[in-house]
């Protein structure tokens, strides 16, 4: 097997694996539809925005971190820090907009450390916060 057989091998095992973190993304966004963005969640809502979040996180590091890398080491290309391989991969039409792809990096561990503690059965979560994460889902 060539370097190229392996490295086509491990992106089609990163493919599958993106797909089954997409499908419990969806699973995640369903659950979480029916809260209300507001001031304070009950422990159970905050569960399934947490659980949103992590898969939300993890299915775009699986992207960017192993699809996207994957892609970039079948082209023969140096491995490069993530902001410079981004706007390369933007600038040969992999991906649609490194921009984007920087701003969810940036976003995805905010609202993990912008929330306050649990208290009392509830949590405060900011308004932009939990309309920004339904949005980008």
Known sequence: MTRTDNTLEL??????????SVETLGLSVEKCLHIKARAE???????????LTSKFSRT????TQKVL????????????PFIDFM??????????????????????????????????????LNDFDFKILVSLT
């Open 69 to 80: 890398r994957g892609v970039w080491a079948l082209l023969h290309e140096p491995y490069e």
């Open 60 to 63: 775009s590091d699986i992207f």
């Open 41 to 51: 969640f009950s422990f159970e809502e905050m569960e399934s925005i947490d659980s």
């Open 11 to 20: 992106l089609q095992q990163n493919w599958q694996l993106l797909s089954k």
């Open 87 to 124: 706007n390369k991969a933007e600038k040969l039409n992999i991906i649609y907009s490194a921009d984007e792809l920087l701003n969810i990096r940036d976003w995805q561990v905010k609202p993990l450390r912008s929330l306050p503690e649990y208290s009392g059965g509830s949590v405060r």
